[in-house]
């Protein structure tokens, strides 16, 4: 039988890769160049992206970007945050048996959290139209646990996916 605390864990994976926003139509996922980045990454560096939230619609939009444990500690980037890596010879290095081809070191974390705690003040931002919310994440804390995801030199193609929103592909070189 499944414990109310592991149900409730599972449900904020759910919401989260879910039903994100309201007025999702609006909203756009864009992946960028950090603009402090450097070209070429090394092989155990970090490997820094920033990512865009853009309400182009004509209202307000109420997007659920927790990014804090209940403790109020900071997670190092937003639950229902994926990502997907592909190599030069076109693998998907982040495809898993269960998620597909989108992955989160959130997937194999075994925190679970009450209800209580699933969503607190906070969790929820509001992006006012034409407005742009800008969050910068660590590629390598994302990948943490993948076992396939050993970025060795060579160049990668990035996806983010948040929700039901895929972000754009941007390339990253590591040296």
């Known amino acids: 039988m499944m414990t109310n605390k592991r149900l409730c864990s599972l449900l904020v994976i759910g919401l989260s890769l879910i039903s994100i926003c309201s007025h999702a139509d609006d909203l756009v996922l864009e992946l960028r160049p ?36 209940p403790t109020g500690e900071s997670e190092p980037y937003p639950w229902g945050l994926n990502v997907k890596v592909i190599d030069e010879n076109g693998v998907v290095l982040t495809k898993t048996d269960g998620f597909g081809d989108y992955y989160s070191s959130y997937f194999t974390s075994s925190v679970a959290y009450s209800e209580e705690e ?58």
């Open 34 to 69: 950090w603009p402090h980045a450097q070209a070429r990454y090394g092989v155990a560096s970090s490997i820094p992206l920033q990512f865009a939230l853009i309400n182009k619609g004509t209202s307000e939009v109420s997007v659920y970007l927790k990014e804090h444990d």
């Open 118 to 175: 699933m969503e607190m003040p906070g969790d929820r931002i509001l992006i006012p139209p034409g407005e742009i919310v800008l969050r910068v994440v660590n590629l390598r804390d994302i990948l943490d646990g993948c076992l396939k995801c050993n970025l060795e030199a060579g160049k990668y193609q990035v996806q983010l996916k948040l929700g039901k929103m895929l972000s754009n592909t941007l390339e990253v070189l590591v040296k």
